[in-house]
C-alpha cells in the first residue's frame, strides 16, 4: 500500500513557470519497475512546444532570480535539504521503484544528493570577486562573478536524485535559472524533488521540468533559442559529443560528465583485504551501473590468483532480487537492452579465453536481472577492457610490474576515475601523477563527495561538478577598469 501511495503522490505533468500542466499534445509515458516490467506510473510526454514555454520560463525570470539577494537564495537550497532529509524514506523508496537499486543504496544516494543542496547553499553567499590597483598604477581593477543565465541540465538515469541536487543546486546558487530533462527511465524522482523545491520556496519560473521520450524534440528548440547559455549533461560520450557539436553554435558554457572505463590496480604490496572490500563498493555499487565504476581490474600477477578468490567468495554471498526486499544487494538492470550488452561482453571475453569464476549469463523470469559475475584471465583486445560495462561484472586482467600497470590503466580513451590499492606511499603518489584521470580512489573504492570537484579528462568530459569549482561552471567573471583617483 505505501509503494501505491508513494507513487500516487509524484506530479505526472509538467512542472513550466509555476505551474503543473499537461503535455501540450496530451501524450504520455509510461515508467516501469525494472525488477517486474510493469508500468508504475503514467507521466507527461513533453514536445516541442511544451519546450519553448519552458525556455521562455527560464528566460523570463532570470534577472529577477539573479537579483535575489544571496542569502535567499541559500535559504531556500538549505530549506530543500531539511524537507528532503526529512523525507529521505520515501525518496528512497521511490528510486528504488523506478530504478532498482536496493534500498539500503537508494538511501546512501539519498543523503549524498542532499549533500549538494546544502554545500552550495553554503556556497551561495560566498561568491567572491577582486578589487586593486593595476600593476601600472593607471587604474582600478574589479573583477565580478555573474549567473551565466538560463541553463539546460539533462540528468542521467542511473542516479535519479543525486544527478539532478548536483546540478540544479550551483545553478540556483549562482542565480541561474534552469530547463531540467530527466532520463525517460526513471523521471519520477525529479518530479517529487522539484515538488519539494516548490514547497521550499522557490519562485516559480526558476526551475522547469520537461519529461519526454524525445529527448532530441524538446532539446531542438531550447539549443535554437539564443537566451540559452550553458548545458550541464551527464550520460554516454557518444551523446556528449553530438550535445557538443549542438551547443558549439550557439557558443554555449558546456560541463559534460561522460563515459568511463576506471581502472582499478592491485599491487602485491597492497593491504589485499581492503582491496577486495574496495572492490566490493568500487564494482557493485548501483549495480555496477555507474560512471566511477571499477571497470578494469588490474591486479599484479603474484596476487591475482588470491585477489581472484577472495572477491569470488564475496560475489557469490549476494543476494539479487528486488530492491525492496531484505538482505537483497543487486537489483536489476535497468533495461533488456543493458542485460543484453552485459551478456555480451561477457561471451566475448570467455571466447578469447577469459575464465568464469561465478556467474555469466542474464537470470530468467520478471525483471531485467544478471547475476553477478567474476571473470578472470582476461585478454588483451576483449572488448570488456574498452567498454564501460554497466553491469554486476568484475573482470579481471593481470600487470608485471609498474610500467606495466600505468600502461594497462592509460590504455583508453576514458580518464574519469581510477583506484589504485598499494601500501607503498611513493608508489601511491607516482600512480596520482602518472594514471591519466580527473579523480583518483588510492586505498579506497569511492571517491565521491559533494566537497570534491567531479570530473573526468579525455573522452570523460568537461568540466567539474561540486567542490568550490562546482559553482564556477555557472558563473561568469566581469572585468572592469576604472582610472585611478588623483588626490
Request: hydrophobic residues 45%.
Amino acid at each position: 500500500m505505501r509503494e501505491a501511495e508513494l507513487l500516487a503522490s509524484v506530479p505526472d505533468k509538467l512542472f513550466i513557470a509555476g505551474k503543473w500542466v499537461a503535455a501540450s499534445g496530451g501524450g504520455t509515458l509510461d515508467v516501469q519497475d525494472p525488477s517486474t516490467g510493469k508500468v508504475i506510473r503514467t507521466i507527461a510526454d513533453a514536445t516541442a512546444e511544451d519546450a519553448q514555454k519552458a525556455m521562455d520560463a527560464a528566460a523570463d525570470t532570470q534577472a529577477s532570480w539573479a537579483a535575489t539577494a544571496p542569502r535567499e537564495r541559500s535559504n531556500i537550497l538549505r530549506r530543500a535539504f531539511d524537507l528532503l532529509m526529512e523525507r529521505a524514506d520515501d525518496f528512497a523508496l521511490l528510486m528504488t521503484l523506478e530504478m532498482g537499486k536496493p534500498l539500503a543504496e537508494s538511501m546512501g544516494e539519498v543523503k549524498y544528493g542532499g549533500e549538494f543542496l546544502r554545500w552550495f547553499s553554503e556556497e551561495a553567499v560566498r561568491i567572491q570577486g577582486r578589487y586593486g590597483s593595476n600593476p601600472e598604477g593607471t587604474g582600478t581593477m574589479i573583477v565580478t562573478q555573474r549567473p551565466v543565465g538560463p541553463c539546460y541540465l539533462i540528468t542521467p538515469w542511473n542516479f535519479p536524485l543525486a544527478m539532478a541536487t548536483r546540478k540544479i543546486a550551483p545553478a540556483l546558487a549562482a542565480g541561474c535559472t534552469v530547463v531540467v530533462k530527466p532520463a525517460a527511465l526513471t523521471p519520477l524522482t525529479t518530479l517529487a524533488f522539484v515538488k519539494l523545491l516548490e514547497e521550499a520556496g522557490l519562485p516559480a519560473g526558476v526551475v522547469n521540468v520537461l519529461t519526454t521520450s524525445s529527448s532530441s524534440a524538446v532539446s531542438k528548440p531550447i539549443f535554437a533559442d539564443s537566451r540559452l547559455r550553458k548545458l550541464s549533461f551527464t550520460g554516454s560520450t557518444p551523446v556528449g559529443v553530438a550535445l557538443l557539436k549542438q551547443a558549439a553554435d550557439g557558443v554555449l558554457r558546456t560541463s559534460m560528465e561522460l563515459g568511463g572505463n576506471a581502472p582499478f590496480v592491485v599491487f602485491e604490496d597492497a593491504d589485499l583485504d581492503a582491496a577486495v572490500d574496495g572492490a566490493m563498493i568500487a564494482k557493485f555499487r548501483n549495480i555496477g551501473q555507474a560512471c566511477t565504476a571499477g571497470n578494469r581490474f588490474i591486479v599484479q600477477e603474484s596476487v591475482a590468483d588470491a585477489f581472484a578468490q577472495k572477491v569470488t567468495e564475496r560475489v557469490k554471498a549476494f543476494k539479487v532480487g528486488r530492491g525492496t526486499d531484505d538482505g537483497v544487494t543487486i537489483g536489476p538492470l535497468i533495461d533488456t537492452k543493458a542485460v543484453e550488452k552485459v551478456g555480451a561482453l561477457v561471451a566475448d571475453a570467455v571466447k578469447r579465453g577469459a575464465k568464469v569464476h561465478t556467474g555469466g549469463s542474464a537470470i530468467a523470469g520478471d525483471g531485467t536481472f544478471f547475476e553477478p559475475t567474476v571473470i578472470s584471465e582476461v585478454k588483451p583486445g576483449s572488448d570488456i577492457l574498452s567498454e564501460e560495462i554497466f553491469g554486476p561484472v568484475l573482470s579481471i586482467a593481470t600487470f608485471k610490474d609498474e610500467a606495466d600497470a600505468v600502461r594497462m590503466a592509460n590504455a583508453t580513451e576514458y580518464g574519469l576515475i581510477g583506484y589504485v590499492y598499494t601500501k607503498d606511499l611513493a608508489r601511491g603518489q607516482r600512480m596520482i601523477d602518472a594514471i591519466d584521470t580527473g579523480m583518483m580512489g588510492l586505498n579506497v573504492g569511492v571517491a565521491s563527495n559533494a566537497a570534491a570537484p567531479f570530473g573526468g579528462v579525455k573522452q570523460s568530459g568537461l568540466g567539474r561538478e561540486g567542490g568550490f569549482e562546482g559553482i564556477h561552471e555557472y558563473l561568469s567573471t566581469k572585468y572592469t577598469l576604472t582610472p585611478a583617483h588623483s588626490g
